[in-house]
């Protein structure tokens, strides 16, 4: 009976282990918006319960806005900035006050830093297994994108590009929905521009009394290609500690499993290829100081990445890719997603949309290398990935359930069929 029923939940499209019940939890985000408009309340509400109201004034003075006080934190000029139950660090922390204590008129900001430079907000005393939504307050300041990521214990999860753009109102917030792992949750906030670091106004952390199990999430562990764990670019000829490629046909000499940030020295990724950003980097086979790894004729190159999801659900993901000379495969554990072959002067689209069961994944790109001219000449190979979107609907456990209810069902009215 039992070795009826393994063979009968075998042929199912979900996996087995889709079929039980969700194992340990794994960092989760729900979810990020932006709200442009959120009015002169900031939608701040006394009947909310907060474990922070952080206001970061750069005249000392705290705000009241709807009913809700906010605590005046930090000290310009000190590294790191702390306080009760948080701690803010950044490079010569400045103040600009327009001489107003309103949350949105002062700031504390990273002052003066290069592109790359990093701002870390630590949250502590959370209460693991609780759902929160923090809140990064913030006017119209002009561009300054920042590569904000969030580690409640398990590992990064990359939130994504904010900015603090022109909006309809001057009073704006970035809400994050997540389920804490642990006792604190760590933001990073790496800026993208030389001069234009996140702008710290005001920061809350709000408990959420509504179930949030089954809504959608951000995926844990997925980088652009070429970056690091704060997701922005790294220096030229180091290694991606993200993705990894084995090389077939004449690149057998080339087999990782290491890729390699592309480095510009010899006119590549510049030029003919898509530019480098802060955002994303080309990964190339061999560390090449004239030039991403030219190889002689024709080369197939397979790079991989991994990413984990805490239990059985969707998988949506966009993006955008380069190559040289084109993408022949693209694949998220041997499934075959949507792509275009596009060439190394522009970017092309690819998605995937698919239900996968719990653990790690394998996303993997497959690169074609063509011969140069002439003659056969060598020519160079890599490819740059930038993920647009990549979101994570867990199926809800009563379904999951039911599907084991009627796979055993059907199995015990197979089995009274045979005897009949």
């Known amino acids: 009976m039992i070795r009826k029923l393994a063979k009968m939940l075998s042929v199912l499209s979900l996996p087995l282990i889709g079929l039980l019940p969700a194992t340990e939890a794994q960092a989760v985000v729900y979810s990020v918006n932006n709200v442009g408009s959120a009015g002169a309340t900031l939608d701040l509400s006394p009947s909310k319960t907060y474990t922070h109201k952080l206001d970061f004034p750069g005249d000392g ?35 600009f006050s327009s001489g107003s204590s309103a ?8 002052s003066g830093q290069p592109a790359g430079a990093v701002e870390t907000l630590t949250l502590s005393g959370l209460t693991a297994g609780t759902n929160y939504d923090a809140r990064l307050y913030y006017r119209n300041f002009g561009g300054r994108p920042n590569t904000v990521t969030l580690n409640t214990g398990s590992g990064v999860t990359v939130i994504g590009t904010v900015d603090q753009l022109p909006s309809p109102t001057n009073e704006s917030y970035v809400t994050i929905k997540y389920k804490a792992e642990s006792t604190s949750a760590v933001f990073t906030f790496a ?82 290829w898509l530019a480098d950003s802060t955002l994303s980097a080309w990964i190339t086979p061999a560390n090449d100081t004239n030039g991403p790894s030219f190889i002689n004729g024709s080369a197939t190159y397979l790079y991989t990445t991994q990413f984990s999801t805490g239990e059985v659900g969707n998988v949506s ?69 930038q993920f647009t979107s990549a979101i994570f609907t867990p199926i809800p456990e009563p379904a999951s359930a039911g599907l084991l209810i009627l796979a055993i069902g059907g199995l015990a009215l197979r089995s009274r069929r045979q005897r009949a």
């Open 61 to 95: 003075s705290s705000t009241a806005i709807n009913g809700v006080q906010l605590s005046a934190v930090g000290t310009a000029g000190v590294d790191p900035l702390t306080g009760n139950a948080f701690t803010l660090s950044m490079a010569n922390p400045s103040a």
């Open 317 to 385: 993901l966009t993006g955008q890719s380069a190559s040289d000379n084109g993408i022949v495969g693209f694949t998220v554990d041997g499934i075959a997603g949507s792509f275009i072959s596009s060439g190394f002067g522009t970017f092309a689209n690819f998605s995937f949309d698919g239900l996968l069961g719990a653990g790690l994944h394998t996303l993997a790109f497959t690169v074609q290398n063509g011969a140069g001219s002439p003659n056969n000449n060598p020519g160079p190979t890599g490819l740059r990935v």
């Open 191 to 272: 800026q993208q521009i030389a001069t234009a670091s996140w702008h710290q106004y005001a920061v809350t952390n709000e408990v959420v009394t509504g179930n949030l199990n089954g809504a959608s999430s951000l995926i844990q562990g997925l980088f652009n290609t070429g970056v690091n764990n704060n997701g922005v670019s790294v220096t030229d000829n180091s290694i991606d500690s993200h993705w990894t490629l084995t090389g077939q046909g004449s690149a057998s000499s080339v087999t990782g499993p290491n890729a390699i940030v592309a480095t510009s020295a010899g006119g590549f990724p510049i030029g003919p």
């Open 103 to 110: 949350v949105l008129t002062d700031f504390i900001h990273n």
